[in-house]
């Protein structure tokens, strides 16, 4: 048994950030993480062999760029822990059903050119959703990388903004109106359908909205940023920020249960026993639905557990991982294109189907949305000379066509043979001959890998307008504070939700600094 002044429970980006903060404030901290190396779903590891360094879950790092934590490099992450990003250009690449191909570019003129080959007035409608989103980014930026309650919410915020009552009604849209009453030809209805959907939550969610323009806007001003060396790199940043702290960091733990005196929660114990206790507080990444299950039912009052018992897990993923000898170069007019963001990108009646029908527990036969990421294209040092990494990403059901999660094991190779074929039809040159590895991750998959993914859904939980805000992870209980004196949670259950944002991890740091008397910009 060891005493430290806090324990965290979980070594994901958020709770490695939260820690941070902490040990930056002069706190001892202890991070405890199931797995045989911290990151959960920031992790870049070798699951193709030696020198094929490949993200198993996140790769872009778009939204985290606005992070103050990266934004005014807080910590010292890129300045003197060696974290650095590139942003790829084109910023992605897509092929529709007809075979038409698209490229969207850094460049905005650019890419209206593009937008202009289907229609001119969708080349306008595009350039005015990017310009018109930079009248409120600043906004949805305070809300998101804030505390629920530490500030004025995004409703307070709207109304006193020039045009918020048009922002007050498409952040209650779906992505679907949106992209419906903006975009006229199939192909860009199509193309924002494809990268409104990146985040995993359904087209026709309400609140989905505001992503058709948060998404692409942020692309369209960054690209989809990757840390040079893999995700892994911020975690690797984080830990030796961390280490240098004097913050112990143990993997192979598994917390299995929350240790309580009283009403309060002092410690944790892990699957083979040990106790970790804290003097100021517990920090858990925990997985809600799971931490619900390491205390006594009463610990956590009738409140908490329905609104935990009705958070909905979100979309999961199915994804195949390649080593090979070339990248995916799609067909275009100017010739062969690769891109590190790129994909197909069915029209979007198909594409609203298919994430209702993963999100409604129907296993989808034929997904038509699909996402491959080309790292290497940018970032050599990711594989053996001469090699690439791709990673081909879609949705589907945790229940694996009806005969429950296991079957994944029985299906899942000739599920991604599909795929593959269905890519082939636009890709051909994505060959057997080119991959010299693979290796198939079904939703159960991503369960086992990281037990926080519940029903292999990378996300936390869906982040559409029900379970967010003060509604996530339980109504009431947004603030990072659990129902159990001591005790705090982050990491995507929390607001604003899951991707590599870092906000959850700062977030819960404001409070618990603020619980302690102090402030963030006090540490800092």
Same mark, same amino acid.
């Given at each position: 048994?060891?005493?430290?002044?806090?324990?965290?429970? $979980?070594?994901?980006?958020?709770?490695?950030?939260? *820690?941070?903060?902490?040990?930056?404030? +002069?706190?001892?901290?202890?991070?405890?993480?199931?797995?045989?190396?911290?990151?959960?779903?920031?992790?870049?590891?070798?699951?193709?062999?030696?020198?094929?360094?490949?993200?198993?879950?996140?790769?872009?790092?778009?939204?985290?760029?606005?992070?103050?934590?990266?934004?005014?490099?807080?910590?010292?992450?890129?300045?003197?822990?060696?974290?650095?990003?590139?942003?790829? =250009?084109?910023?992605?690449?897509?092929?529709?059903?007809?075979?038409?191909?698209?490229?969207?570019?850094?460049?905005?003129?650019?890419?209206?050119?593009?937008? *202009?080959?289907?229609?001119?007035?969708?080349?306008?409608?595009?350039?005015?959703?990017?310009?018109?989103?930079?009248?409120?980014?600043?906004?949805?930026?305070?809300?998101?990388?804030?505390?629920?309650?530490?500030?004025?919410?995004?409703?307070?915020?709207?109304?006193?903004?020039?045009?918020?009552?048009?922002?007050?009604?498409?952040?209650?849209?779906? &992505?679907?109106?949106?992209?419906?009453?903006?975009?006229?030809?199939?192909?860009?209805?199509?193309?924002?359908?494809?990268?409104?959907?990146?985040?995993?939550?359904?087209?026709?969610?309400?609140? !989905?909205?505001?992503?058709?323009?948060?998404?692409?806007?942020?692309?369209?001003?960054?690209?989809? !940023?990757?840390?040079?060396?893999?995700?892994?790199?911020?975690?690797? &940043?984080?830990?030796?920020?961390?280490?240098?702290?004097?913050?112990?960091?143990?993997?192979?733990?598994?917390?299995?249960?929350?240790?309580?005196?009283?009403?309060?929660?002092?410690?944790?114990?892990?699957?083979?026993?040990?106790?970790?206790? &804290?003097?100021?507080?517990?920090?858990?990444?925990?997985?809600?639905?799971?931490?619900?299950?390491?205390?006594?039912?009463?610990?956590?009052?009738?409140?908490?557990?329905?609104?935990?018992?009705?958070?909905?897990?979100?979309?999961?993923?199915?994804?195949?991982?390649?080593?090979?000898?070339?990248?995916?170069?799609?067909?275009?007019?100017?010739?062969?294109?690769?891109?590190?963001?790129?994909?197909?990108?069915?029209?979007?009646?198909?594409?609203?189907?298919? $994430?209702?029908?993963?999100?409604? $527990?129907?296993?989808?036969?034929?997904? +038509?949305?699909?996402?491959?990421?080309?790292?290497?294209?940018?970032?050599?040092?990711? &594989?053996?000379?001469?090699?690439?990494?791709?990673?081909?990403?879609?949705?589907?059901?945790?229940?694996?066509? +009806?005969?429950?999660?296991?079957?994944?094991?029985?299906?899942?190779?000739?599920?991604?043979?599909?795929?593959?074929?269905?890519?082939?039809?636009?890709?051909?040159?994505?060959?057997?001959?080119?991959?010299?590895?693979?290796?198939?991750?079904?939703?159960?998959?991503?369960?086992?890998?990281?037990?926080?993914?519940?029903?292999?859904?990378?996300?936390?939980?869906?982040?559409?307008?029900?379970?967010?805000?003060?509604?996530?992870?339980?109504?009431?209980?947004?603030?990072?504070?659990?129902?159990?004196?001591?005790?705090?949670?982050?990491?995507?259950?929390?607001?604003?939700?899951?991707?590599?944002?870092? *906000?959850?991890?700062?977030?819960?740091?404001?409070?618990?600094?603020? =619980?302690?008397?102090?402030?963030?910009?006090?540490?800092?």
């Amino acid at each position: 048994m060891a005493d430290y002044d806090f324990v965290v429970a $979980g070594a994901g980006h958020n709770s490695l950030i939260t *820690a941070a903060y902490l040990a930056k404030a +002069g706190y001892s901290c202890v991070v405890l993480d199931a797995r045989e190396i911290p990151g959960g779903g920031a992790s870049t590891e070798e699951i193709l062999g030696p020198g094929y360094w490949v993200d198993t879950c996140s790769t872009g790092h778009t939204l985290i760029q606005v992070n103050p934590l990266i934004r005014n490099d807080e910590l010292g992450l890129v300045s003197k822990y060696g974290l650095s990003y590139v942003d790829p =250009d084109p910023v992605a690449q897509v092929v529709f059903p007809d075979g038409e191909p698209f490229t969207m570019w850094l460049d905005l003129d650019r890419t209206c050119q593009e937008i *202009a080959r289907f229609s001119e007035k969708d080349a306008e409608a595009y350039r005015r959703l990017v310009t018109e989103y930079d009248e409120v980014k600043t906004l949805i930026g305070q809300v998101r990388f804030r505390p629920v309650g530490f500030g004025k919410s995004a409703e307070e915020l709207l109304a006193a903004h020039p045009r918020g009552e048009v922002w007050q009604r498409r952040s209650m849209l779906t &992505a679907r109106d949106i992209i419906l009453r903006e975009f006229e030809s199939p192909h860009m209805r199509a193309f924002m359908g494809w990268i409104s959907l990146q985040t995993a939550v359904p087209l026709d969610a309400p609140g !989905s909205g505001i992503l058709a323009y948060s998404i692409v806007s942020a692309r369209q001003a960054r690209s989809w !940023s990757l840390p040079v060396g893999g995700s892994g790199k911020l975690i690797d &940043a984080l830990v030796g920020y961390l280490e240098d702290a004097g913050a112990t960091i143990l993997c192979n733990r598994m917390v299995s249960e929350l240790i309580l005196e009283g009403d309060r929660c002092v410690g944790v114990r892990t699957s083979e026993g040990e106790e970790f206790r &804290a003097t100021k507080g517990v920090v858990s990444t925990i997985h809600v639905k799971k931490l619900l299950e390491m205390a006594p039912a009463e610990a956590w009052g009738e409140g908490f557990t329905y609104g935990v018992e009705t958070f909905h897990p979100g979309t999961p993923f199915f994804a195949g991982y390649f080593a090979t000898t070339a990248p995916p170069v799609f067909p275009t007019p100017d010739g062969g294109r690769s891109a590190v963001s790129a994909g197909l990108a069915p029209w979007i009646e198909d594409a609203v189907q298919h $994430g209702r029908d993963v999100y409604d $527990g129907k296993f989808v036969k034929n997904p +038509g949305w699909l996402l491959a990421a080309t790292p290497t294209l940018v970032d050599r040092g990711r &594989a053996p000379e001469g090699s690439h990494t791709v990673k081909l990403v879609t949705f589907n059901t945790y229940d694996a066509d +009806g005969r429950g999660p296991e079957h994944w094991d029985e299906i899942k190779e000739a599920e991604m043979d599909k795929l593959l074929d269905h890519f082939r039809k636009f890709v051909p040159t994505f060959t057997d001959d080119i991959i010299t590895a693979r290796l198939v991750k079904s939703p159960l998959d991503f369960e086992r890998m990281n037990p926080h993914m519940v029903g292999g859904t990378p996300h936390g939980g869906d982040r559409g307008l029900i379970f967010s805000g003060t509604q996530r992870p339980a109504p009431g209980w947004a603030q990072h504070r659990m129902p159990i004196a001591g005790l705090y949670q982050t990491g995507g259950t929390t607001h604003p939700g899951g991707s590599i944002t870092g *906000a959850p991890g700062r977030n819960a740091a404001m409070v618990i600094l603020h =619980d302690l008397g102090t402030a963030i910009e006090e540490v800092l």
